[in-house]
């Protein structure tokens, strides 16, 4: 009889984790053959919208919901390791594949933690669906353990929120919840859904379509306004056609590589933008904006007809309102989101609705239309625009001495071009030397914080898309400091087998920092200095990964080269940069878009 229980229990440890959950639910359940609780019916509306991933962390006020995830096999759950983290994986996930990301947190601390996160999305109009934990409904309102009011905290960083109070609301409102983030301009979508309501019971029904009389979004464009930009834009002397982020998120990429095509203009993107139009293309001028290029910000201030696209005209874009607007010039914009249009600068010829839709709208009249671009004025154009190219605004100066951080990422750029890569970036200086000098031609390949500007993100978004694109490469661009907001996702990147690639370009400083300290605040370097960092190699290697430290030039290109080798591993790069080299060009605050600083020799 001993032996038999010592050889059950041998059994039982034997059993691997998949073996024990289908011994678990093969075992009867009441609400199986009854109406489904709450947190079956959620369950069941995620399956219904063919959500695969879910990022999240348990606690008391979502169990009922982790015990229904527990008795499905469609939707695989993540366990991350901070609920910020959560967020984020879920916002890598949908800016990489354009569909709902979906995050699951507990009430309280569950919802304060994710905060960031939601903020960091709805910064960046990222189509989200997050599931918050609350306090059962008799409860609510009287400081019950780990209550926060998640609607109110919520409320200014949401497209919208919801909080159920009754278990029968709650399929259609998550149908509301995945149709409000995904159409429109898109944007986070909070439902709040408190203890009790995931355990009642209630009848099953996810609607098809669902209608909302007070969200309509617009769709076409007016054909009268389309009509007035084609004439405006054919008349042009100095044209030029500037987009953002909204162009990869309406998937409109194919439309404005077309109507350049079509018009010979020149194009640049934003920072969210990068990857709409192919950046090498001649006709691509770069970024444009606080550390655009010389050529892009110039042709900006100076064009007669400019094009907006899926773009805010934000500071870090146009720098001085006033300075931009000294210059005249004609502006057509098209947005999705009319709040949008004349925000900050007013415009001639406003275009509300979906960007390729009024693409298509565009391209189809230019092509009926008899007139043609002016092609002496825009020879004369281009002829200009190659002269502030010819400043070479990105050119710096390598060594064989210290490792540039320019380098790092042009060599990067040269291994993995013909590659299908994927580049995350954390926010400071290696986020704009990222975007600088990692030439992306195609869209939804550069992974970043632009709006809100977080500092972590790049190792949770390298997760998030690593699940969605498991045969690219993902690499995550950070720095010492923005990497160990959010280190701790490296556990989860060796349960889940994510194997990213981490390179860390350590110049010992918050580098961001220390370079506007140094130019506008004498060089009083106050809390900028990393003077307690660990061992980032032996700490990859605690995680169980690989870790490798470069501290030459010429150790650079085969450390990208082993790390892109080991595939199925995750590889910490610590690259030991120079710790004095700034981000050129510059327009520092309060000053116009053209009155750049290209380096040092300007101060």
């Known amino acids: 009889m001993v032996f038999r229980q010592r050889n059950s229990q041998r059994f039982e440890m034997d059993m691997s984790a998949a073996e024990i959950k289908?011994?678990?639910?093969?075992?009867?359940?009441p609400s199986q053959s009854a109406e489904p609780n709450g947190s079956e019916i959620l369950v069941r509306c995620l399956q219904a919208e063919g959500v695969k991933y879910l990022w999240g962390y348990p606690g008391g006020a979502v169990l009922y919901i982790y015990d229904a995830l527990y008795k499905q096999e469609t939707i695989e759950h993540v366990l991350v390791r901070h609920e910020q983290a959560a967020i984020h994986a879920?916002?890598?996930?949908?800016?990489?594949?354009?569909?709902?990301?979906?995050?699951?947190?507990?009430?309280?601390?569950?919802?304060?933690?994710?905060?960031?996160?939601?903020?960091?999305?709805?910064?960046?109009?990222?189509?989200?669906?997050?599931?918050?934990?609350?306090?059962?409904?008799?409860?609510?309102?009287?400081?019950?353990?780990?209550e926060c009011d998640t609607v109110g905290i919520t409320r200014p960083i949401v497209k919208h929120n919801f909080l159920v109070k009754d278990v029968r609301e709650l399929a259609l409102t998550?149908?509301?919840?995945?149709?409000?983030?995904?159409?429109?301009?898109?944007?986070?979508?909070?439902?709040?859904?408190?203890?009790?309501?995931?355990?009642?019971?209630?009848?099953?029904?996810?609607?098809?379509?669902?209608?909302?009389?007070?969200?309509?979004?617009?769709k076409k464009g007016h054909s009268g306004q389309i009509r007035k930009a084609v004439q405006l834009l054919l008349q042009a002397k100095r044209p030029y056609i500037y987009t953002g982020g909204g162009v990869i998120l309406g998937n409109a990429s194919a439309q404005l590589r077309q109507l350049v095509d079509l018009l010979g203009y020149p194009c640049t993107n934003t920072l969210m933008g990068l990857g709409a139009f192919p950046?090498?293309?001649?006709?691509?001028?770069?970024?444009?904006?606080?550390?655009?290029?010389?050529?892009?910000?110039?042709?900006?201030?100076?064009?007669?007809?400019?094009?907006?696209?899926?773009?805010?005209?934000?500071?870090?874009?146009?720098?001085?309102?006033?300075?931009?607007?000294?210059?005249?010039?004609?502006?057509?914009?098209?947005?999705?989101?009319?709040?949008?249009?004349s925000k900050r600068v007013k415009v001639d010829i406003p275009i509300v609705g979906d960007v390729k839709e009024v693409l298509q709208e565009l391209i189809s009249q230019i092509k009926e239309a008899q007139a043609r671009p002016d092609a002496q004025a825009l020879s004369a154009w281009w002829k200009q625009i190659a002269e502030w190219r010819g400043?070479?605004?990105?050119?710096?100066?390598?060594?064989?001495?210290?490792?540039?951080?320019?380098?790092?990422?042009?060599?990067?750029?040269?291994?993995?071009?013909?590659?299908?890569?994927?580049?995350?970036?954390?926010?400071?200086?290696?986020?704009?030397?990222?975007?600088?000098?990692?030439?992306?031609?195609?869209?939804?390949?550069?992974?970043?914080?632009?709006?809100?500007?977080?500092?972590?993100?790049?190792?949770?978004?390298?997760?998030?898309i690593k699940l969605a694109k498991p045969d690219s490469d993902v690499f995550c661009i950070t720095g010492e400091?923005?990497?160990?907001?959010?280190?701790?996702?490296?556990?989860?990147?060796?349960?889940?087998?994510t194997p990213v690639k981490v390179i860390s370009l350590n110049n010992r400083y918050l580098g961001m920092v220390r370079q506007w300290q140094e130019l506008d605040y004498g060089g009083r370097y106050s809390h900028s200095y990393m003077e307690a960092l660990p061992d980032f190699v032996k700490l990859a290697e605690a995680?169980?990964?690989?870790?490798?430290?470069?501290?030459?030039?010429?150790?650079?290109?085969?450390?990208?080269?082993?790390?892109?080798?080991?595939?199925?591993?995750?590889?910490?790069?610590?690259?030991?940069?120079?710790?004095?080299?700034?981000?050129?060009?510059?327009?520092?605050?309060?000053?116009?878009?053209?009155?750049m600083l290209l380096g040092s020799e300007d101060l």
């Open 22 to 29: 289908r011994a678990a639910t093969a075992q009867p359940h």
């Open 90 to 146: 879920a916002d890598g996930y949908a800016r990489a594949t354009g569909d709902v990301g979906v995050a699951l947190v507990t009430s309280g601390p569950g919802v304060t933690n994710a905060v960031t996160g939601i903020a960091t999305a709805y910064m960046d109009s990222i189509p989200m669906v997050i599931i918050t934990g609350q306090v059962p409904t008799p409860a609510i309102g009287l400081d019950a353990f780990q």
């Open 174 to 218: 998550m149908k509301k919840a995945f149709h409000i983030a995904r159409t429109g301009r898109p944007g986070p979508v909070v439902v709040d859904v408190p203890k009790d309501v995931s355990l009642k019971t209630a009848p099953f029904h996810y609607p098809a379509t669902v209608e909302m009389r007070s969200y309509s979004p617009a």
């Open 279 to 341: 950046s090498t293309d001649p006709r691509f001028l770069g970024m444009l904006g606080m550390h655009g290029t010389y050529e892009a910000n110039m042709t900006m201030q100076n064009c007669d007809v400019l094009l907006a696209v899926g773009a805010r005209f934000d500071d870090r874009v146009i720098g001085n309102p006033k300075h931009f607007a000294s210059v005249e010039r004609k502006i057509v914009h098209v947005d999705i989101d009319p709040s949008s249009i």
């Open 391 to 464: 400043r070479e605004c990105l050119k710096y100066k390598n060594s064989d001495e210290v490792i540039k951080p320019q380098y790092v990422v042009e060599k990067l750029w040269e291994l993995t071009r013909e590659r299908d890569t994927y580049i995350t970036s954390d926010v400071g200086q290696h986020q704009m030397w990222a975007a600088q000098y990692y030439r992306f031609d195609e869209p939804r390949r550069w992974i970043n914080s632009g709006g809100l500007g977080t500092m972590g993100v790049g190792l949770p978004y390298a997760m998030g």
């Open 481 to 497: 400091g923005s990497i160990q907001m959010c280190i701790q996702e490296l556990s989860t990147c060796l349960q889940y087998k």
């Open 543 to 595: 995680y169980g990964h690989v870790g490798l430290k470069i501290e030459k030039p010429s150790e650079v290109e085969p450390a990208l080269r082993e790390a892109i080798r080991l595939k199925d591993r995750t590889v910490f790069l610590d690259i030991r940069t120079d710790p004095t080299e700034n981000v050129w060009p510059m327009v520092q605050a309060g000053k116009g878009i053209s009155e």
